[in-house]
């Protein structure tokens, strides 16, 4: 299967804890996104790279979100000092180049924040 | 400022019957795409179709077909002798192109769809 993976798939932690989520795009797909989903609600956009750049982070970003893609390849997203507040679904996509092109989204990393 | 509206939260419906997905869209652009993707249990959104502001022909996959009007900002999605299968959470998103290249998406709320047997 070449789709887009993510790992964990699921991820319990204290509050105060830093997790590091990861996302395997699709191959030959130079962006990728980041989102997130709280229940009930649909995906609000994160983050994006252009290969390794990241070219956009959206205001929900706070300082204790960072993201990185080290060789425009995979990519990885980390919170520092967990609040019960960031419990989400985690989600990647990704897409060709052009803004237009249709992403293709991972299974999603699921956050509880205890 | 964008925003995609999904005016129907859950809708039921018994097997066999045909059912439509609402959704409204606002945008300054003239440049945008419009999808819908499919969030079934398991949690991964599943990508159905893409469709440009220009290209307002409805489009038709099997049981599925999609109704975009510029006229009313909105781009409803029907689908045809529903099944079990079908039941899970649909999302309208909107991308716009003309004035961002960023290509992120904006969704709607989703609506959550049951089909009983």
């Known amino acids: 299967d070449t789709g887009v993976s993510q790992n964990p798939r699921h991820k319990i932690t204290k509050r105060g804890q830093n997790v590091t989520f990861r996302c395997d795009p699709i191959s030959e797909h130079n962006r990728l996104y980041w989102y997130r989903q709280t229940l009930g609600q649909g995906p609000e956009f994160l983050t994006y790279f252009q290969n390794e750049a990241q070219l956009e982070k959206s205001r929900l970003l706070s300082d204790r979100f960072s993201a990185e893609r080290p060789k425009g390849s995979f990519s990885t997203l980390e919170i520092q000092r967990t609040e019960q507040g960031d419990s989400a679904m985690y989600l990647c996509?990704?897409?060709?180049?052009?803004?237009?092109?249709?992403?293709?989204f991972g299974p999603g990393t699921r956050l509880l924040v205890l | 400022a964008q925003k995609v509206t999904q005016a129907q939260t859950e809708i039921s419906v018994v097997e066999k019957e045909d059912v439509t997905l609402d959704c409204v869209y606002e945008?300054?652009?003239?440049?945008?795409?419009l999808f819908w993707y499919k969030q079934p249990p398991s949690g991964e959104l599943v990508f159905l179709i893409r469709?440009?502001?220009?290209?307002?022909q409805n489009e038709i996959s099997g049981r599925y077909s999609w109704n975009f009007q510029k006229s009313t900002s909105s781009f409803n999605f029907t689908i045809t002798a529903s099944q079990v299968v079908d039941s899970a959470v649909y999302f309208c998103?909107?991308?716009?192109?003309?004035?961002?290249?960023?290509?992120?998406?904006?969704f709607g709320q989703g609506t959550t769809l049951q089909v009983k047997p």
């Open positions: 945008t300054r652009d003239t440049t945008y795409y």
């Open positions: 469709r440009n502001s220009f290209d307002e």
């Open positions: 996509a990704s897409s060709l180049e052009a803004a237009q092109e249709t992403q293709y």
């Open positions: 998103a909107l991308s716009e192109v003309g004035s961002s290249n960023t290509g992120k998406l904006i």
